[in-house]
């Protein structure tokens, strides 16, 4: 089922090429440890948004997302690794990567903006 939330369906999106990359470095590159770390952070990033839509309070929101914004950034790390030492090329790597960036750079406006309007709150 297709989100309207844009940072949910992006999320979600990442997290379905993450598991494709698991597949394909583990089947096709017998890679164990990276695999398993991007599998973790990758996948994490929209469940804590999915949890973070759902929060209680405008401080556990700010919370959860704010978590998913590191994972976003350790998925950005271990993607950079993946890169470089060629377990995947440039090309799907450079992808994997801008969308991740994206997914950040909105991670980054929505907690801007949330504890801009916290203070108050």
Do not use: C, P
């Not at 770390?37 to 999915?50: E, F």
């Not at 030492?85 to 801008?98: A, F, P, V």
């Not at 994206?102 to 203070?119: D, G, N, Y």
């Amino acid at each position: 089922m297709k989100s309207d939330n844009i940072i949910e369906e992006k999320t979600f999106n990442l997290a379905l090429r993450i598991i494709k990359l698991y597949k394909y470095l583990v089947q096709e590159k017998k890679e164990y440890i990276i695999s398993k770390q991007i599998m973790r952070s990758g996948t994490s990033i929209g469940a804590n948004v999915a949890e973070a839509l759902e929060a209680q309070s405008k401080k556990d929101f700010i919370a959860k997302m704010s978590i998913a914004l590191k994972e976003a950034n350790e998925t950005k790390y271990w993607l950079r690794l993946l890169i470089a030492s060629e377990y995947i090329e440039d090309r799907s790597g450079k992808s994997l990567k801008d969308e991740t960036i994206e997914v950040i750079k909105i991670l980054t406006a929505i907690l801007k903006s949330s504890r801009k309007h916290e203070i108050n709150v």
